[in-house]
């Protein structure tokens, strides 16, 4: 039995230690918005934030954490969807099917707090999430906005 | 549509809204723990007005259009509710969409017809019948208000929802009427509007279901959770042909939450581990000892395979798809002839999500929860596993974490179903791995073709062979489809016009004076797929890179050489021009250019691709120029999303995509090996939406045939080497 702090909740977790945090999220607290895609961290649909930190999810066992950091959902980045991020991702009309939605923008969002100012060369270097509908023009040009937005 | 899934809702554990109240919620539901009282999951929840099959309009003027196809990312949810909404006059604004069952569907004698969501037909193939439902629920509502005020309906008019009679300037909202229009016997005179006169066809709507894919909120079928369900993974027979032997289940008996191992007998074999939670289900399969006995195709080898492919290259025998002309009269006059092989592997869809699906089966009913391009062919694999009468399954449909042909097929379902069957009332979630995902996939057939060109002395194409060589995907999937053993669906883009009405939206649009195109098959031991764009994909590089090899061989200007065949296809040559104008063909900017111009699935689509290659052989692509004509453009700013994903699907495949097998069994098993092109890779993509009207072409799949030809061709142009070799990747693009 754990407890971790999930969108700023402490909540208690009965899963073996070894258990991806990712699964720890999607199913003993239901937060189904964290994607599972690959599992090897190659894909990035299951990126959440870790203290602020963009992390894939995946591949990050719940018994490294020590309970007293900060973790972050899709589900929590905004209490009404009204995060730079999502506001751009709504006014550019970005999502194709969606799956791989939530773990971009948070990967998009963690980018944007460590560089407010991120340039074409960030995301190349940053932005590694797989899309296989192939969103990235718009997803370029939406983090470009969302740099312009206010929460 | 996250919270209109309306037979199932309340079996949902809904995971949004405010987070807190999530976490509360779950913390007090242990898997596998039924309700004392489980509700019927097929019992509806409240009675929706409905005015008729596609309308629905509750009295707050809410207006819920009823979808038959799948959305998987194209768009179809917002483009057919655009065509409903035409017609229907309401308020846009007030528009919702919701998926009627298959099983709903069934039992109102296929009212909403063809659930089939694939082929890009959505639109083109029902945009006459959903226009009609929409305009027959305006007559109608506007019949119901005329009633209620005593007047002819001829005084009556409808805008955004709101009907007015003129003389009296009385007006009545449709929710105010829906109930009584429910009960008018349906107009059977309908005329639908001009185009000239659509104000919501046409317009770039922004798409219905965007906020719930930026929230977390929206459900995906491996999001689902019922009252007391449990988890699955599998593991299927890693090589082809094999067969499950044993398995030690008192191996993994005491690992945490596992709670059975069941095998999956029949076509789509496995084994099973159900648990309390998916990574205890997961992490207990990894630990089972499984033995497979190896079966046909058990030793199969793609490497070796492609002494076949070659063989079938030169062989007497093969199908003819097209023949113009006196082809050999055209080779033994020639000035020149040109010759060039290339060919276009095995290729994983790897949606994103991975395939999964839900069921809860008891004695005397059946239902199931996944995502799904064909709700019917879901409810029919559902009901012939179950071994329950069809009328008494249902599937309910969610969104797919992307399709692209893979969820055509409903593998996951009869397995989810098999395992259902043998934990009565007990509702299991059937979750793939991603390597299962990549070792079990339909896999775009692999073919090689050998293209043969004559040119005369003054450098014209007199004549045109096309030998492709390879694998059916009728053959694999639907052999009932094969004329005579022929697959013509394998010429798709190269076939006849005026032969048969059923392909008529995949034919050539260039005019030559002679050709053969011709199909020696040779399938190898894997199971084939369609495949976004299916064989345009390849039909187009044998068919537009070797058009570039003869227009350089002939000394001609590529586009110039391309124009010359397009006299009978002013649509084709519109594109063309389109692209070359817009993106400076010809220009001395540093860039190198290539052009391709295709016609499937009913549209006109091409490319020029902007690109450099550097001294050591790497590829930018800076900019691709896609022009489409799909005849009409229900929503324009879809079809630049459709248009620009196209080329992420086609440039990933054609630089990085390649399934391969040793000993039967696949070599990639997730992203590391199988690559998938990533955000600095996408080129800038400019879109030319360019609908010539009179005509109803798909917009989700012929872009992608113009991507990896439009790039060969510019890094032809680059560097003076031609890549007939895919996928890229490995490859040197210079001369060493």
């Given at each position: 039995m754990a407890n971790i702090k999930v969108n700023g909740e402490t909540v208690s977790v009965d899963a073996e230690?070894?258990?991806p945090l990712l699964w720890v999220l999607r199913e003993?607290?239901?937060?189904?918005?964290t994607k599972y895609g690959c599992?090897?961290?190659?894909?990035?649909?299951c990126t959440i934030h870790v203290d602020g930190q963009p992390v894939r999810?995946?591949?990050?066992?719940?018994?490294?954490?020590?309970?007293?950091e900060e973790i972050t959902t899709i589900e929590g980045l905004s209490e009404d969807g009204s995060h730079p991020v999502q506001q751009a991702w709504v006014e550019m009309d970005?999502?194709?099917?969606?799956?791989c939605q939530p773990g971009m923008i948070m990967a998009v969002a963690g980018l944007l707090n460590n560089?407010?100012?991120?340039t074409d060369e960030d995301i190349d270097q940053q932005i590694t999430n797989i899309c296989r509908c192939g969103t990235f023009a718009r997803v370029r040009k939406g983090i470009h906005l969302a740099k312009t937005k206010k929460a | 549509m996250g919270d209109t899934i309306k037979l199932s809702r309340r079996n949902f554990i809904i995971g949004t809204g405010a987070t807190g109240l999530t976490i509360g919620i779950l913390a007090s539901c242990s898997p596998?723990?039924?309700?004392?009282?489980?509700?019927?999951?097929?019992?509806?929840a409240e009675p929706v007005p409905e005015v008729n099959a596609w309308v629905h309009i509750k009295p707050d003027d809410t207006v819920t259009i009823r979808i038959a196809r799948s959305e998987m990312g194209q768009g179809t949810l917002t483009g057919l509710a655009q065509l409903v909404a035409e017609e229907l006059?309401?308020?846009?604004?007030k528009v919702t969409t919701e998926y009627p069952t298959p099983g709903e569907n069934l039992a109102r004698d296929?009212?909403?017809r063809d659930f089939s969501t694939g082929g890009s037909r959505g639109i083109r193939g029902s945009h006459d019948y959903v226009r009609e439902g929409g305009a027959a629920a305006r007559l109608m509502l506007i019949q119901a208000a005329a009633t209620r005020w005593g007047v002819?309906?001829?005084e009556c008019s409808v805008a955004k929802g709101v009907i007015t009679?003129?003389?009296?300037g009385d007006t009545l909202t449709y929710g105010a009427v829906a109930d009584d229009a429910s009960k008018i016997t349906p107009p059977t005179d309908i005329t639908l509007k001009d185009?000239?006169?659509?104000?919501?066809?046409g317009q770039p709507k922004q798409r219905l279901d965007t906020v719930d894919k930026t929230t977390g909120a929206q459900k995906y079928g491996s999001d689902i959770m019922l009252d007391g369900m449990l988890n699955a993974a599998i593991k299927q027979?890693?090589?082809?042909g094999a067969t499950l032997a044993?398995?030690?289940?008192s191996a993994i008996a005491?690992?945490?939450?596992?709670?059975k191992v069941v095998e999956i007998d029949g076509q789509f074999p496995g084994v099973a581990v159900v648990a309390d939670y998916w990574w205890q289900a997961k992490t207990a399969l990894d630990a089972l000892p499984i033995e497979w006995t190896p079966g046909e195709?058990?030793?199969?080898s793609s490497s070796a395979f492609e002494a076949e492919l070659d063989e079938g290259l030169e062989a007497e025998e093969a199908f003819v798809g097209n023949k113009i002309g006196d082809v050999d009269a055209a080779f033994d006059s020639a000035a020149q002839i040109v010759e060039a092989r290339y060919n276009a592997p095995l290729q994983n869809?790897?949606?994103?999500?991975?395939m999964n699906a839900t069921a809860i089966w008891t004695e005397d009913k059946c239902e199931v929860w996944c995502p799904t391009q064909n709700g019917e062919a879901a409810l029919a694999a559902a009901a012939e596993a179950a071994?329950?009468?069809?009328?008494?399954c249902d599937v309910h449909k969610l969104l797919l974490g992307?399709?692209?042909?893979?969820?055509?097929?409903n593998d996951y379902v009869t397995q989810v179903v098999k395992i259902a069957k043998q934990m009565p009332g007990t509702p299991v979630k059937l979750l793939w791995t991603r390597e299962e995902d990549m070792e079990h996939g339909f896999y775009h057939p692999i073919t090689k073709a050998r293209c043969q060109g004559a040119l005369d002395a003054?450098?014209?194409?007199t004549g045109l062979k096309i030998r492709i060589s390879g694998q059916s995907i009728l053959s694999g999937?639907?052999?009932?489809?094969?004329n005579d053993g022929m697959d013509?669906?394998?010429f798709q883009g190269l076939l006849p016009s005026g032969v048969d009405a059923r392909a008529e939206d995949q034919t050539l649009k260039y005019t030559f004076p002679a050709v053969l195109f011709d199909h020696a098959m040779r399938n190898p031991p894997v199971r084939p797929g369609f495949w976004r764009g299916v064989n345009a994909n390849q039909n187009a590089i044998y068919l537009e890179c070797f058009m570039d090899e003869l227009a350089h061989a002939a000394g001609r200007d590529p586009l110039e050489f391309r124009l010359a065949h397009t006299q009978d296809s002013p649509q084709l040559a519109a594109v063309l021009q389109a692209v070359a104008d817009k993106s400076g063909?010809?220009?001395?900017?540093g860039l190198s250019r290539g052009l391709c111009a295709f016609y499937s699935f009913g549209s006109y689509t091409a490319a020029c691709a902007e690109v450099t290659v550097s001294e050591e052989g790497e590829l930018k692509i800076h900019r691709i120029v896609a022009a489409t004509d799909?005849?009409?453009?229900?929503?324009p700013q879809q079809i630049d999303a459709q248009v620009a994903g196209s080329f992420v699907y086609g440039l990933s495949a054609a630089l990085y995509e390649e399934v391969t097998f040793e000993d039967g069994e696949?070599?990639?098993?997730n992203f590391n090996t199988y690559p998938s092109m990533r955000i600095a890779a996408m080129p800038e993509v400019e879109t030319i939406v360019m609908p010539s009207g009179g005509f109803w072409g798909g917009v989700g799949e012929p872009t992608i045939a113009v991507a990896a030809p439009a790039v060969l061709n510019a890094i032809y142009a680059a560097t003076g080497k031609r890549i007939r070799q895919l996928p890229l990747k490995d490859q040197s693009l210079r001369d060493a």
């Amino acid at each position: 039995m754990a407890n971790i702090k999930v969108n700023g909740e402490t909540v208690s977790v009965d899963a073996e230690d070894s258990t991806p945090l990712l699964w720890v999220l999607r199913e003993h607290l239901g937060l189904t918005g964290t994607k599972y895609g690959c599992g090897i961290a190659q894909c990035g649909a299951c990126t959440i934030h870790v203290d602020g930190q963009p992390v894939r999810s995946c591949t990050y066992p719940v018994g490294a954490l020590s309970g007293e950091e900060e973790i972050t959902t899709i589900e929590g980045l905004s209490e009404d969807g009204s995060h730079p991020v999502q506001q751009a991702w709504v006014e550019m009309d970005i999502p194709q099917c969606g799956f791989c939605q939530p773990g971009m923008i948070m990967a998009v969002a963690g980018l944007l707090n460590n560089k407010p100012d991120a340039t074409d060369e960030d995301i190349d270097q940053q932005i590694t999430n797989i899309c296989r509908c192939g969103t990235f023009a718009r997803v370029r040009k939406g983090i470009h906005l969302a740099k312009t937005k206010k929460a | 549509m996250g919270d209109t899934i309306k037979l199932s809702r309340r079996n949902f554990i809904i995971g949004t809204g405010a987070t807190g109240l999530t976490i509360g919620i779950l913390a007090s539901c242990s898997p596998g723990e039924s309700a004392d009282t489980p509700t019927p999951p097929m019992a509806d929840a409240e009675p929706v007005p409905e005015v008729n099959a596609w309308v629905h309009i509750k009295p707050d003027d809410t207006v819920t259009i009823r979808i038959a196809r799948s959305e998987m990312g194209q768009g179809t949810l917002t483009g057919l509710a655009q065509l409903v909404a035409e017609e229907l006059e309401c308020d846009w604004e007030k528009v919702t969409t919701e998926y009627p069952t298959p099983g709903e569907n069934l039992a109102r004698d296929r009212v909403w017809r063809d659930f089939s969501t694939g082929g890009s037909r959505g639109i083109r193939g029902s945009h006459d019948y959903v226009r009609e439902g929409g305009a027959a629920a305006r007559l109608m509502l506007i019949q119901a208000a005329a009633t209620r005020w005593g007047v002819p309906v001829s005084e009556c008019s409808v805008a955004k929802g709101v009907i007015t009679h003129g003389p009296s300037g009385d007006t009545l909202t449709y929710g105010a009427v829906a109930d009584d229009a429910s009960k008018i016997t349906p107009p059977t005179d309908i005329t639908l509007k001009d185009p000239s006169e659509w104000t919501i066809i046409g317009q770039p709507k922004q798409r219905l279901d965007t906020v719930d894919k930026t929230t977390g909120a929206q459900k995906y079928g491996s999001d689902i959770m019922l009252d007391g369900m449990l988890n699955a993974a599998i593991k299927q027979p890693p090589k082809r042909g094999a067969t499950l032997a044993s398995f030690d289940e008192s191996a993994i008996a005491d690992m945490p939450g596992v709670r059975k191992v069941v095998e999956i007998d029949g076509q789509f074999p496995g084994v099973a581990v159900v648990a309390d939670y998916w990574w205890q289900a997961k992490t207990a399969l990894d630990a089972l000892p499984i033995e497979w006995t190896p079966g046909e195709g058990s030793d199969f080898s793609s490497s070796a395979f492609e002494a076949e492919l070659d063989e079938g290259l030169e062989a007497e025998e093969a199908f003819v798809g097209n023949k113009i002309g006196d082809v050999d009269a055209a080779f033994d006059s020639a000035a020149q002839i040109v010759e060039a092989r290339y060919n276009a592997p095995l290729q994983n869809h790897a949606c994103m999500e991975p395939m999964n699906a839900t069921a809860i089966w008891t004695e005397d009913k059946c239902e199931v929860w996944c995502p799904t391009q064909n709700g019917e062919a879901a409810l029919a694999a559902a009901a012939e596993a179950a071994e329950i009468p069809i009328a008494q399954c249902d599937v309910h449909k969610l969104l797919l974490g992307g399709g692209f042909g893979r969820r055509g097929m409903n593998d996951y379902v009869t397995q989810v179903v098999k395992i259902a069957k043998q934990m009565p009332g007990t509702p299991v979630k059937l979750l793939w791995t991603r390597e299962e995902d990549m070792e079990h996939g339909f896999y775009h057939p692999i073919t090689k073709a050998r293209c043969q060109g004559a040119l005369d002395a003054d450098g014209n194409l007199t004549g045109l062979k096309i030998r492709i060589s390879g694998q059916s995907i009728l053959s694999g999937l639907m052999p009932q489809a094969l004329n005579d053993g022929m697959d013509a669906f394998a010429f798709q883009g190269l076939l006849p016009s005026g032969v048969d009405a059923r392909a008529e939206d995949q034919t050539l649009k260039y005019t030559f004076p002679a050709v053969l195109f011709d199909h020696a098959m040779r399938n190898p031991p894997v199971r084939p797929g369609f495949w976004r764009g299916v064989n345009a994909n390849q039909n187009a590089i044998y068919l537009e890179c070797f058009m570039d090899e003869l227009a350089h061989a002939a000394g001609r200007d590529p586009l110039e050489f391309r124009l010359a065949h397009t006299q009978d296809s002013p649509q084709l040559a519109a594109v063309l021009q389109a692209v070359a104008d817009k993106s400076g063909w010809g220009a001395e900017d540093g860039l190198s250019r290539g052009l391709c111009a295709f016609y499937s699935f009913g549209s006109y689509t091409a490319a020029c691709a902007e690109v450099t290659v550097s001294e050591e052989g790497e590829l930018k692509i800076h900019r691709i120029v896609a022009a489409t004509d799909p005849g009409y453009a229900v929503n324009p700013q879809q079809i630049d999303a459709q248009v620009a994903g196209s080329f992420v699907y086609g440039l990933s495949a054609a630089l990085y995509e390649e399934v391969t097998f040793e000993d039967g069994e696949v070599q990639q098993k997730n992203f590391n090996t199988y690559p998938s092109m990533r955000i600095a890779a996408m080129p800038e993509v400019e879109t030319i939406v360019m609908p010539s009207g009179g005509f109803w072409g798909g917009v989700g799949e012929p872009t992608i045939a113009v991507a990896a030809p439009a790039v060969l061709n510019a890094i032809y142009a680059a560097t003076g080497k031609r890549i007939r070799q895919l996928p890229l990747k490995d490859q040197s693009l210079r001369d060493a």
